[in-house]
C-alpha cells in the first residue's frame, strides 16, 4: 500500500487534491492498522486490566524520571 501512495504521488501532477486524498488513505491505513493493534490487546487483556497497566506504566516512568 505504501508502495503505491509513492507510485502515485511521482505520477500525479493535478495538484493539492491528489495530495490530500493520498493523506487520506494514509491515514485511513495507519487507523486501521492501530484498530488491528488495538483488537489484539482487547483480545489478550481485559479493558480494564490494560488501562490498569498503562496508568501504571505511566506513573512508574514519571517517578522514575523525577528520580533522575
Do not use: P
Request: with cysteine; proline share 0%.
Amino acid at each position: 500500500m505504501i508502495v503505491w501512495l509513492k507510485k502515485r504521488k511521482i505520477n500525479s501532477n493535478s495538484g493539492s487534491n491528489t495530495h490530500e486524498a493520498e493523506h487520506k488513505t494514509a491515514l485511513k491505513i495507519f487507523l486501521s492498522s492501530f484498530n488491528v493493534i488495538r483488537k489484539v490487546c482487547y483480545a489478550t487483556l481485559s479493558q480494564r486490566q490494560m488501562l490498569i497497566s498503562i496508568k501504571d506504566t505511566l506513573i512508574y516512568g514519571g517517578f522514575s524520571v523525577f528520580r533522575m
